[in-house]
């Protein structure tokens, strides 16, 4: 089976793309940027033994989505697991309402929400065909809590819940589903360590949430065939 990751190079991206890899699945690794994280993901694939590519991509514009799912049915086959990893934040008070611009809104919005919607209608017709075609999306607790980073950004979360809800059904019997990590060290917290680490310590597991943590769980859902529709919450107690 092929997998699609997007934003599979760095953190919770990678680490998904390896137990994916680690699980049999060929795996297609799509960045903007991180060209240099996505070609060493896939050595890394490789290396082990794997099939692996990396694919530059704008997830937030569509013809592009569909350039990727087609460069990837082409070198590694249909897209069989799918993803939806890519996400971005721009960090603003919570009560900032005039820092919550119209571009920050459209920019939350088209990477959190849009470009999880472009991904899974392009492959769409592949993970229908497929045996037991998967989504999961990579949400945030800040879509259930309404904190976070910023306020559109955890509105953008909370609108791919409903997305993963809607889209179990309007794939089924492709099974969509979603995980939602609490504070996850990545590069994200670059400079702010002290605190994340601070924030982390007061979940109820006193650990810090992996990104192997987060993977082990989207693994999970990939391979469990009677779960759909459904929100995996990977935080260590930390929303309890």
Do not use: F
Not at 80 to 88: D, K, M, P, S, T
Not at 148 to 177: C, I, M, Q
Not at 180 to 199: D, I, Q, S
């Amino acid at each position: 089976m092929t997998a699609l990751v997007t934003g599979g190079g760095t953190g919770i991206g990678r680490a998904c793309s390896l137990a994916l890899h680690r699980a049999g699945h060929a795996v297609a690794i799509s960045y903007r940027r991180s060209s240099d994280d996505a070609e060493s993901a896939v050595a890394a694939i490789r290396e082990d033994g794997g099939r692996a590519i990396a694919v530059a991509a704008d997830v937030t514009d569509d013809d592009a989505v569909r350039a990727m799912v087609a460069e990837v049915r082409a070198q590694l086959g249909p897209v069989e697991v799918l993803v939806n990893n890519a996400g971005a934040t721009i960090p603003l008070p919570l009560d900032d309402l005039d820092g919550a611009t119209d571009d920050v809104w459209r920019q939350m919005l088209g990477v959190n929400l849009m470009a999880p919607w472009y991904c899974a209608r392009a492959a769409a017709d592949d993970l229908r065909a497929a045996e037991d075609g998967v989504v999961v999306n990579i949400g945030s607790i800040a879509g259930l809590t309404g904190s976070g980073s910023s306020l559109p950004y955890a509105v953008s979360k909370s609108a791919l819940h409903g997305l993963t809800r809607s889209l179990a059904r309007a794939l089924a019997p492709v099974r969509v589903n979603e995980v939602a990590p609490g504070l996850v060290m990545t590069r994200w917290w670059a400079g702010n360590e002290e605190r994340g680490r601070e924030l982390a310590s007061k979940a109820l597991l006193d650990r810090e949430t992996t990104p192997e943590d987060v993977a082990r769980a989207v693994l999970g859902l990939v391979e469990s065939r009677a779960i759909t529709g459904q929100t995996v919450v990977v935080d260590g107690g930390q929303t309890l």
